[in-house]
């Protein structure tokens, strides 16, 4: 699949949600702005998360009541309509599909087709990861896993149990080390990572790059994590794994 059919998939997806819920003809408000880094994940022990260091930012679109997030690289600000997220370009404009990504979310969590669509914030980051270390664990023994994302929370708790290989984009963490694990380039080093691990976690921010595609149809375990996917993963039939509504009970 290319990055241009998933994006066509999800917006048909979306539009035949609406037909089906009635909403097609209905305005509907979706307001869409980039959240500040206390506003996303609250005041956390690290310091190192990307969107701290300002390498990403999070919009957050509301539906309903309901929210829905994506982490991105492209900040944007938005009001308008569902009609309007739809006729957006997801392949030539990467601000528009961190628009889309987040009305997805929120729409799918108004509609009780998704959940975890907001980040964990203050401690919670910690303790996903704790429990993402854990749920791997009890699922997959003890693999060899390839990391798709700079996350450090999952870095330092997956590096302390599993052999562990990171991947990512962005040029100021590659050839870097962190808990122990070197930071190995995505595009360079994705074939070779992947072919080693047992297990490919992926962060569902890839959803926005347009980069998933790279981790679909693998002939291994591919589990996506993070609130980004939230409203896809359902739509694409992706196996995700998100403990934030626990992390904020």
């Not at 408000?29 to 990403?56: M, S, V, W, Y």
Request: with cysteine; net charge negative; aromatic share 6%.
């Amino acid at each position: 699949m290319t990055s241009k059919e998933l994006y066509e998939t999800l917006r048909r997806s979306l539009e035949g949600v609406l037909a089906e819920e009635g909403m097609e003809a209905e305005r509907v408000e979706i307001n869409a702005r980039g959240l500040t880094p206390e506003e996303a994940i609250g005041h956390t022990q690290r310091t190192d998360f990307p969107i701290l260091t300002g390498k990403e930012v999070m919009l957050m679109a509301t539906f309903r009541g309901a929210m829905g997030q994506a982490f991105t690289d492209a900040p944007a600000r938005f009001e308008g309509t569902l009609r309007d997220i739809l006729s957006l370009d997801l392949e030539g404009d990467s601000h528009a599909r961190g628009l889309f990504i987040a009305s997805l979310n929120a729409v799918m969590k108004a509609l009780g087709r998704a959940d975890n669509t907001v980040h964990c914030k203050d401690g919670g980051p910690e303790f996903c990861a704790r429990h993402m270390a854990d749920w791997v664990a009890e699922t997959y023994g003890a693999p060899k896993i390839a990391l798709v994302g700079f996350q450090p929370a999952l870095i330092g708790a997956l590096s302390q149990r599993f052999p562990l290989r990171v991947l990512d984009l962005n040029p100021d963490n590659i050839g870097k080390e962190k808990d122990g694990c070197p930071v190995l380039s995505g595009e360079k080093c994705r074939e070779e990572a992947v072919a080693w691990a047992d297990l490919v976690l992926c962060t569902g921010s890839t959803l926005c790059n347009g980069t998933i595609v790279d981790y679909l149809d693998l002939d291994k375990e591919v589990v996506f994590f993070g609130t980004t996917l939230a409203g896809a993963a359902p739509i694409l039939g992706l196996k995700r794994a998100c403990f934030a509504d626990e992390s904020m009970k």
